[in-house]
């Protein structure tokens, strides 16, 4: 079974910086993607960044080069933030999606990024 753990959420002022990080570990198969999404107060989830396995990256429209995503390792996905917007606040979910016999999907628990002034 994957486990995701994600780290470097906070508190920041508008215009500020963040840099999350996720680990994963249980991995048997190939990872195909993984990346982050994120979901504010009473709105849906939405794509952040991923990183497909040929390197393909998949930006939001929102994150306008303010954000770049990285893997490292194979099992670890990063996002730094910069110039982050109130807009920004929400809890930013790592993901990994695995493909061997079937394609499995994971999710992290999720960390919380405010940016408030």
């Known amino acids: 079974q994957v486990q995701l753990v994600e780290s470097g959420g906070g508190i920041v002022q508008p215009g500020g910086s963040l840099k999350l990080s996720c680990a994963a570990s249980?991995?048997?198969?190939?990872?195909?993607?993984m990346g982050w999404y994120r979901q504010a107060p009473g709105k849906q989830r939405e794509l952040v960044a991923t990183?497909?396995?040929?390197?393909?990256i998949t930006y939001a429209d929102f994150v306008k080069g303010r954000f770049i995503v990285s893997k490292a390792n194979g099992n670890m996905v990063f996002l730094p933030m910069n110039n982050l917007e109130p807009g920004d606040t929400a809890v930013f979910s790592c993901?990994?999606?695995?493909?061997?016999?079937?394609?499995?999907?994971?999710w992290g628990q999720g960390t919380q990024v405010t940016v408030s002034a």
């Open positions: 990183i497909a396995n040929a390197a393909t």
């Open positions: 249980g991995i048997r198969f190939g990872v195909t993607r």
């Open positions: 993901f990994l999606r695995e493909t061997g016999f079937r394609v499995s999907e994971y």
